[in-house]
């Protein structure tokens, strides 16, 4: 039985897909999501084989929910009104790209694409188009008591790997991330994000002062007050950053 999720925000849609689907055999429509952020944290609970998503969504786009998705990741067809967004679809590696109206045949083919496809094949191209999509995704997606809280990059003042946990440092609290400090220096910005110690990156724009200390380290003081300890071999780097130079 293959576990599907139905993700749009309009409900007439989400009535309609289910409609078609019930008769169709060997699936289970596990939940149902209105928007983005709400489809991030189904999908961490649910675990749902086959995602059915919407585009443009209010907060977080189908794409950039396909990017903050959680390995492993459930196979995606995009139901839209809109066939500009084909191609980046294609790029993260989606089963299949319905125009709405859906209809019942090309919904049924895109099932069978599903059921068909070896779950292996293309792995290495999907990562590639994911970290392509990641570099331009301006969300995180952070552990907030028992659900998940998207957070807006602009939003993060420093990250920190601390006893095994890596903590999300914002201006008024922290969250838990599930990636490294390593996932996270692949898929961050680096315009805005610099890596200053084996345990922390730092958002460049938060960075009110660089304090040298002896033996060729330095502390960085953020916009809240925090310090952070900058590497000797980091410090040249983050101060010609600071400086326009890269």
Do not use: W
């Not at 169709?24 to 596990?30: D, N, T």
């Not at 070896?118 to 999907?126: N, R, S």
């Not at 914002?170 to 961050?188: G, Q």
Request: charged content about 30%; overall charge negative.
């Amino acid at each position: 039985m293959m576990r599907v999720m139905l993700v749009d925000d309009e409900q007439a849609a989400r009535e309609r897909l289910r409609q078609m689907l019930e008769p169709m055999p060997g699936l289970e429509i596990v939940g149902e999501a209105a928007d983005g952020e709400e489809a991030i944290q189904k999908v961490v609970e649910l675990h749902p084989e086959l995602l059915l998503l919407d585009i443009q969504m209010p907060g977080c786009s189908g794409l950039e929910v396909a990017a903050c998705l959680p390995v492993p990741r459930p196979k995606i067809v995009f139901c839209t009104a809109f066939d500009q967004y084909a191609v980046d679809a294609f790029e993260i590696n989606a089963v299949d790209y319905l125009l709405k109206p859906v209809n019942r045949v090309r919904l049924a083919r895109a099932i069978e694409r599903v059921r068909g496809g070896d779950p292996q094949e293309g792995v290495g191209e999907i990562e590639r188009a994911l970290q392509a999509l990641r570099t331009r995704n301006t969300r995180l997606l952070a552990r907030c008591g028992d659900g998940y809280r998207v957070v807006l990059q602009q939003e993060v003042v420093y990250f920190l790997s601390d006893g095994g946990l890596t903590r999300l440092c914002a201006r008024e609290r922290s969250y838990v991330l599930d990636p490294t400090l390593n996932d996270l220096e692949e898929r961050l910005d680096p315009s805005f994000f610099f890596r200053v110690s084996r345990a922390a990156i730092v958002n460049l724009n938060c960075v009110t002062e660089v304090q040298p200390l002896g033996g060729g380290t330095a502390d960085v003081v953020l916009n809240t007050g925090a310090r952070l300890e900058v590497s000797r071999r980091r410090l040249k780097d983050l101060l010609d950053r600071l400086g326009g130079r890269t």
